[in-house]
Every structure is written in C-alpha cells, then in structure tokens.
T-cell receptor, first 115, second 116 residues
C-alpha cells in the first residue's frame, strides 16, 4: 500500500460546474501526478508536480488546473466540467531521487460522471 | 503518435498455461520499462520492471524480457492463474533529464482472461 488516498471516490456533476479532486499521500514523496483513464486510451498524464508550488502540464491538460500547497496534497480542478471529462482519474506518486529509475504508485481512483 | 503500443486488446489463456503479453515502443530514449496490473474499480498496481541495461527480470511467476534492438518487451506469466485476470499496462520512461522527468508513457492495455 503506497499510502495514497483520493477523494471523492465517486462524483456526479453537471456540465459547467467546477469540480476539485484531491490526492493525499503519506509518503512525503516529491513527485505527484494526475492521470485519466478512458477506454481505448490507457492512462494519459494531465498534470504533474515536482514539489510544492511546482507543477507542469502533461499530455491532456486542457480544461484542467492543479495546485500543490503542501507536499502531501495535490488538487486537480476542472474549472467548468464538460461531458468529455467524464473519466476515471488516478493520482500517482514517486520519490523522485535524482538519477533514479522511478516506479510510480497509484491511488484507488476517482470515478467522475459529468451530465 | 503512440510511443508505447500494446497491439492485443485482449488475451485468453487456460489456467496453468503461459500468458505472454507484448509491448512495442518507438522512442529510443526510453530506458526503464514497467508493467502494471489493474483490476476493475482499483488503481493500477506495479508488477515488475526492467532497466534497459538488462534483457530479463524475474519475480516469481512473472518474467519480463526486453529486446532493445527490436524495441519490444514482453511479460510472461507462468503458470497463469484465474486471479491473474486483469488489464495489464506496459509503461516506459526516459532517462532523468530535469524536473519534468519520471514521466511514464503508457500503452492502452491488454485484458487478460485466465480460464479455469
């Protein structure tokens, strides 16, 4: 168990509403990631963080923003949810030792339905 | 442009036999490869990895083979068990090169069904 929790685990919302998903880790790892998983696409990186207040975009960042004010928490915000953002969202962490070949460990996921 | 490809969306194997899951990649900068296993309604769990300096890594019933010249890796499960039924994702990362590193590129997954 990698000590990662995600909240909420399930959410139904309406188009146009803001949504925030939370990832919390107890491992004090430097790197945190948000992915979405959709049928036929595998896992795609949305945003990642390499430290407090240090974030960058991934492959599918449009429509999403993130914040990391504490090492243990990484928030993903959908400013105005759309039906195309219906997906399962996974958070992942890795220790990020310089020069290492890192394994990412995943949280249990948040299933989001945008109506 | 898919950099990591799992060309078989699904695979069925009899219990006790060998399961072979394949993965191809196109980016020659990838130097670390991982396999994850995913059950429905759960997060992916790390299974096994291999560095590009090796061609084989073994962990119990799971063995990963890497053929760098062919840009191909495979996961062997011997013997296959019904509990191995899951979606398997292949992932790859490039050598560390700064803050943006440790990113994984995933394949689309292969659904393995082990038939009792």
């Amino acid at each position: 168990d990698a000590g990662i929790t995600q909240s909420p685990r399930h959410k139904v919302t309406e188009t146009g509403t803001p949504v925030t998903l939370r990832c919390h880790q107890t491992e004090n790892h430097r790197y945190m990631y948000w992915y979405r998983q959709d049928p036929g696409h595998g896992l795609r990186l949305i945003h990642y963080s390499y430290g407090v207040k240090d974030t960058d975009k991934g492959e599918v960042s449009d429509g999403y923003s993130v914040s990391r004010s504490k090492t243990e928490d990484f928030l993903l915000t959908l400013e105005s949810a759309t039906s195309s953002q219906t997906s399962v969202y996974f958070c992942a962490i890795t220790e990020g030792l310089a020069g290492g070949q890192e394994t990412q460990y995943f949280g249990p996921g948040t299933r989001l339905l945008v109506l | 442009d898919q950099q990591v490809k799992q060309n078989s969306p699904s695979l069925s194997v009899q219990e006790g036999r060998i399961s072979i899951l394949n993965c191809d990649y196109t980016n020659s900068m990838f130097d670390y490869f991982l396999w994850y296993k995913k059950y429905p309604a759960e997060g992916p769990t790390f299974l096994i990895s291999i560095s590009s300096i090796k061609d084989k890594n073994e962990d119990g019933r799971f063995t990963v083979f890497l053929n760098k010249s062919a840009k191909h890796l495979s996961l062997h499960i011997v013997p296959s068990q019904p509990g191995d039924s899951a979606v398997y994702f292949c992932a790859a990362s490039a050598a560390y090169s700064g803050a943006g590193s440790y990113q994984l590129t995933f394949g689309k997954g292969t659904k393995l069904s082990v038939i009792p």
